[in-house]
């Protein structure tokens, strides 16, 4: 993952996955289970470690939009 991508992908998804961390640590508690017992840095470092990100340029999006209207 270049700088750009990683950069990108904390912008995008830094909040989102604590959010869904924070409610899988209320599960966890409530349960009983202590799976969690660090802060959810080493899973977003994992994750964005782990996932690729693809992007397309506009053209290609217009492009495959195009394809998918079919004129009756």
Same mark, same amino acid.
């Given at each position: 993952?270049? @700088?750009?991508?990683?950069?990108?992908?904390? !912008?995008?998804?830094?909040?989102?996955?604590? @959010? !869904?961390?924070?409610?899988?640590?209320?599960?966890?508690?409530?349960?009983?289970?202590?799976?969690?017992?660090?802060?959810?840095?080493?899973?977003?470092?994992?994750?964005?470690?782990?996932?690729?990100?693809?992007?397309?340029?506009?053209?290609?999006?217009?492009?495959?939009?195009?394809?998918?209207?079919?004129?009756?």
């Amino acid at each position: 993952m270049t @700088d750009s991508e990683e950069d990108l992908f904390d !912008l995008k998804y830094l909040e989102e996955i604590s @959010d !869904l961390f924070g409610e899988f640590v209320e599960m966890d508690n409530y349960y009983g289970l202590n799976l969690f017992r660090d802060d959810f840095n080493e899973y977003f470092e994992f994750l964005k470690q782990n996932v690729v990100i693809h992007e397309f340029p506009d053209e290609e999006l217009n492009d495959e939009n195009d394809d998918l209207n079919i004129n009756y």
